[in-house]
């Protein structure tokens, strides 16, 4: 099945759709979900509204050997990338949420005088198509194409990747991933887009989500996917060290909902399809993008899925309370029992709403968010069928890391985004003791707001998984509003409240990224 045949009818299809047409074409003909106006936003806002910034566009590509304030300890060699959305407007338009956007990725590469930056666009079809014209031409994510609702009757298939979510360097090739697509890949040290790729699979075997994991003992790539439609299908395609393919397996999915990152260990694959439903008839019939699409239902609770990595064995499903899920922590075995940490929210009200905080920020706006994402814990047993959660931290945290050396396997430390309270984007780098519950923090203060902080190990240290120090370094990159510039902030990993050792200067912002990916020397 190709990307676009996922959005071909059946007879009864069919006959849905055309009844659906029918009343829609009774109804408005306006779409819900159109291109905002440029000129709803106010660039980087004013000291009452120092985050948007976040939701500046940054236009211009970028090469310079960067400002170095402080000392770069001489362990870190290497490439340090980052991706997320750069660009949010065209042709005097503008996308309606901050999910949305043309991915740019960044390299902070650091080398014996210093560090060298640069920045690209990922040359999707999309950002290609649109650059030439000037203008937007696609549907995304959360915001429908130009022209209303016949503009977008049955476009799916033209929410195309922006290659914006995650970023990964394996084999020495760099990887850029959005959602429910082909991944692109780049060269890893112009960043030149090399092209789609579908990881040397057939082009219509798979798909891919943001969201994969590199399993630290075995070497093993693994992925999910989701192909969206009338009838969607969660894929799974695992690659080895050598990047052969070791399994690939396909479910019908359970529940037409919206899911975002998964759980591993070494021997479990776990998917929680929480109740956020997407109702995608408004959405394939053009009346609204899929982001206005999303519901949250929280009666229905958390449905767990459980796959067992090797052979064929049919899933076990379990059910939970609701809780929202942006990103997981880690999960790993013990005793038999499945541990998945994450960060869950009781309703994702900054996501799902007309004022969400994500898209309201996109007309200078702070929007909803009264809930906030506390650490938790599933303790899952699979034998006897039971799952229990625990409050592990309550505040105000996203975008968790881990040591990568022990993804998949038992951890000890989290690294972790900390908003002040009533804040939704972050300002504090809190280092949480998964054992004991302890924290430390750096605040860099509330004009100041910092991206997943992503964990740097000592060359040629092997770590224990309950090592009590995990010494290392974090990286960060922090937006200034003051300066309306951006800098990356180095810290010590296992002495974090005493703040950077080193900050490496920009000259300009960058938008809200979000993830980020350490490539040693």
């Known amino acids: 099945m190709t990307h676009d045949q996922r959005w071909r009818l059946t007879r009864r299809d069919f006959l849905c759709c055309t009844a659906a047409a029918g009343l829609s074409l009774a109804l408005p003909g306006c779409a819900a979900s159109p291109p905002l106006r440029r000129d709803v936003f ?9 985050y948007l910034g976040l939701a500046t566009s940054l236009y211009k590509e970028h090469d310079y050997e960067a400002r170095v304030e ?7 060699r290497g490439t340090f990338f980052r991706i997320g959305p750069g660009l949010f407007d065209r042709g005097g338009l503008r996308r309606r949420t901050i999910l949305d956007g043309d991915g740019m990725v960044q390299s902070f590469t650091f080398h014996d005088k210093g560090v060298y930056y640069r920045s690209r666009f990922v040359r999707t079809k999309r950002y290609v198509e649109e650059e030439v014209a000037g203008r937007f031409l696609y549907p995304t994510w959360g915001t429908q194409a130009p022209g209303g609702l016949f503009a977008n009757f049955w476009k799916g298939g033209e929410v195309t990747s922006q290659a914006s979510v995650t970023v990964y360097q394996v084999s020495g090739r760099l990887y850029a991933f959005d959602e429910g697509s082909l991944p692109y890949q780049l060269d890893p040290v112009t960043l030149a887009t090399v092209g789609e790729t579908s990881l040397g699979l057939p082009r219509d075997q798979t798909i891919y989500a943001a969201h994969s994991k590199i399993d630290a003992v075995s070497g093993e790539w693994l992925h999910f996917g989701i192909l969206f439609g009338p009838k969607p299908r969660l894929h799974i395609t695992i690659f080895g060290r050598d990047g052969t393919l070791v399994n690939h397996r396909s479910f019908p999915l359970p529940r037409n909902v919206y899911m975002h990152d998964w759980f591993v260990t070494d021997r479990w694959l776990v998917f ?9 008839w408004g959405f394939l019939l053009g009346q609204r993008s899929i982001f206005d699409s999303l519901r949250w239902n929280p009666k229905e609770g958390n449905l767990l899925m459980l796959v067992e990595r090797e052979g064929n064995a049919p899933p076990l499903f379990m059910e939970t309370q609701a809780r929202f899920m942006w990103h997981s ?13 994450f960060i869950g929210y009781d309703n994702p009200d900054h996501l799902i709403g007309p ?15 009264v809930y906030t994402g506390m650490v938790r814990r599933y303790v899952i047993d699979p034998e006897r069928k039971s799952i229990k959660e625990e409050l592990v931290a309550g505040g105000n945290f996203e975008w968790p890391r881990i040591n990568e050396q022990h993804r998949c396997h038992r951890y000890r430390f989290a690294y972790i985004a900390q908003g002040h309270a009533a804040e939704f ?8 003791d998964m054992t004991t519950g302890n924290k430390s923090s750096y605040d860099f203060g509330r004009a100041e707001f910092c991206s997943e902080p992503v964990f740097i190990p000592i060359p040629g240290k092997r770590y224990a998984p309950g090592d009590a120090d995990e010494p290392g370094w974090l990286v960060s990159e922090i937006y200034d509003s003051g300066s309306r510039t951006s800098y990356l902030a180095i810290l010590r990993a296992e002495r974090i409240a005493d703040g950077p050792v080193a900050r490496i200067h920009l000259t300009h912002h960058v938008p809200f990224s979000y993830h980020g990916w350490w490539s040693a020397e």
């Open 425 to 432: 984007f972050w300002s504090i780098i809190t280092r949480l």
């Open 329 to 341: 922590v880690n999960a790993y075995m013990n005793k038999g029992e499945i541990i998945g940490d």
């Open 42 to 50: 106010p660039d980087f806002g004013d000291p009452d509204t120092p």
């Open 355 to 369: 004022d969400s905080a994500a898209s309201a920020i996109m007309q200078g706006k702070k929007g909803k968010h």
């Open 272 to 280: 929680n399809f929480q109740p956020v439903e997407i109702r995608i």
């Open 70 to 76: 402080g000392s770069i300890p001489p362990q870190l």
